[in-house]
């Protein structure tokens, strides 16, 4: 069977238009697909192979992603959010005789998603449509959910898989990362901060995306307002801190997350002031005083965990993230202890910015 067949007996509507499939080229898990046609119903959709490797337990994360679109589905009837398509069994995927693992969402018309931000008031609304995800969710049974991945954001379990690496590692590439190391090394203590508190409850666990970065969010082309949040295979218990944390990481960065110069790399105050606002204008009032005294501290620890994945990733040969060039995982990694240190220098800034927003929202 040819591959436009196989789709078509996939996805049945397919086999009534002409289509054409354009490769996504962002996301450094799955493969995906635009698909365009002049269907009626289903004009634009997604098409995404799973990456089975990082997700081992596909019915785990569907059923995830269905349960939670569901559920705000039904809080909200009025949000838009991307909807799976069923396949001709009538399931929320297919999984073929090779194992692999297919779906198909509809996409929203006129909207966008982008990995720089245009300016602060986008800024304001990715902080505000993640606060309001966790808002919408926090009655929801957190622990029904499947765990996609197991110790995502375990930050000292995330440091021994790096020391693992090392141990095995090719000794040019060792010798080529001692400065990261050390970096590393120097703050090691520090890592169990937020998962041992969500293992004493300390922290509540809620129920997280875990992956917050821009263009994980849906913007509406005209308006430029935040819609919702996609790529929700990543959905897990896990604390609030990962999520605002994460997205920080990200967005405070005007450089590349590969950026090679690492002159361009800084963490911008205004873009954290700016998502902050928004982020609290939603959630604030659902925080509890410890998620609120370490939010300014979430972006740095989340920066230093994602940097030492990408490093780990590169002494094993660069299995896990998708790279286009050889030092790719390196040099995400130089760009995130970079801004982690630039985080470092302006932690009191940070800290006083949340203090005053938390006083104006009162
Ligand atoms: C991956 O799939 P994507 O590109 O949205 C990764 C995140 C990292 C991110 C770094 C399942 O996200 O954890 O923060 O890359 N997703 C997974 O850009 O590992
Ligand atoms: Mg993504």
């Given at each position: 069977m040819s591959e436009t067949n196989l789709l078509a007996y996939i996805f049945p509507f397919l086999g009534q238009v002409e289509f054409q499939a354009e490769v996504i080229k962002e996301g450094h898990i799955h493969n995906g697909w635009y698909i365009h046609s002049n269907h009626s119903t289903y004009p634009e959709t997604i098409l995404q192979?799973?990456?089975t490797h990082v997700f081992t337990d596909p019915q785990g994360l569907m059923e995830n992603i269905y349960q939670i679109t569901a559920y705000l589905q039904k809080k909200n009837p009025s949000q838009k959010q991307l909807n799976l398509i069923p396949t001709s069994t009538g399931k929320i995927y297919?999984?073929?005789?090779?194992e692999s693992v297919w779906r198909m969402y509809k996409l929203i018309p006129n909207c966008y998603s982008t990995q720089i931000t245009k300016n602060l008031r986008q800024v304001y609304?990715?902080?505000?449509?993640?606060?309001?995800?966790?808002?919408?969710?926090q009655d929801y049974p957190v622990h029904s959910l499947n765990i996609s991945i197991p110790d995502f954001h375990n930050t000292p379990k995330?440091?021994?898989?790096?020391?693992q690496a090392l141990s095995t590692a090719d000794p040019r590439l060792v010798q080529n990362i001692q400065p990261e190391i050390e970096f590393l090394r120097e703050r090691s203590d520090q890592f169990g901060l937020f998962w041992e508190a969500l293992y004493e409850r300390r922290l509540p666990w809620r129920v997280t995306h875990n992956d917050?970065?821009?263009?994980?969010?849906?913007?509406?082309?005209d308006t430029h307002q935040a819609i919702c949040l996609i790529d929700l295979d990543t959905i897990m218990p896990g604390s609030a801190l990962?999520?605002?944390?994460?997205?920080l990481r990200a967005m405070g960065n005007p450089a590349a997350e590969d950026e090679p110069d690492l002159t361009?790399?800084?963490f911008q105050i205004p873009v954290f002031e700016a998502y902050t606002q928004g982020y609290l204008a939603a959630a604030g009032e659902i925080l509890t005083p410890l998620e609120l005294s370490w939010l300014a501290l979430s972006p740095w620890l989340i920066t230093i965990e994602i940097g030492m994945r990408f490093l780990t990733d590169y002494l094993q040969g660069n299995q896990y993230f998708r790279i286009h060039y050889l030092q790719q995982n390196l040099n995400r990694s130089r760009t995130q202890f970079k801004l982690a240190s630039d985080m470092e220098a302006q932690q009191s800034l940070m800290e006083s910015i949340v203090q005053e927003i938390r006083n104006r929202i009162g």
């Open positions: 192979k799973v990456n297919y999984q073929a005789f090779d609304e990715a902080g505000r449509v993640t606060g309001n995800f966790l808002k919408q969710l995330r440091y021994q898989d790096f020391l917050t970065k821009l263009d994980n969010i849906l913007f509406d082309l990962f999520d605002f944390g994460d997205a361009k790399v800084k």
